[in-house]
């Protein structure tokens, strides 16, 4: 059975910085679409990262609203994906969401209807 496992939420002050863990059972990952999504009360749910990882090295994609401040990593021994979340603003609180299995098809990336996998979330709340 496949399970996505996000862990790494919590309360932060504005500017600072929070890592997000999600880890892979059930199947190996190493060569899906990894992706992150974040829903704010009130809000839908919307694309934050993606990354995929082939022979030739990773390609991540980036929401404009998180550009320069969040990092994706992921360490395929482990089966589990970072976000670095620096510089966080009121404006990122929301559950962040993990996902997988998103078709090779770089136009689908940021469409949380693409994923197959996802995990329970984990609340990332920002105070100002």
């Known amino acids: 059975q496949v399970q996505l496992v996000e862990s790494g939420g919590g309360l932060v002050q504005a500017g600072g910085s929070l890592r997000l863990s999600c880890a892979a059972s059930g199947r190996s990952f190493r060569s899906d679409v990894m992706g992150w999504f974040r829903q704010a009360p009130g809000k839908e749910r919307e694309f934050v990262v993606a990354?995929?990882?082939?022979?030739?090295?990773?390609?991540?994609y980036f929401a404009d609203s998180v550009k320069g401040r969040f990092t994706i990593s992921r360490d395929n021994d482990k089966n589990t994906v970072y976000l670095q979340m620096n510089s966080l603003k009121p404006e990122d609180t929301a559950i962040y969401y993990c996902a997988a299995g998103a078709p090779t098809i770089e136009r689908l990336y940021a469409l949380d209807k693409a994923y197959r996998y996802w995990g329970q979330g984990t609340q990332v709340t920002v105070s100002s």
């Open positions: 990354t995929i990882f082939s022979r030739s090295g990773s390609s991540t």
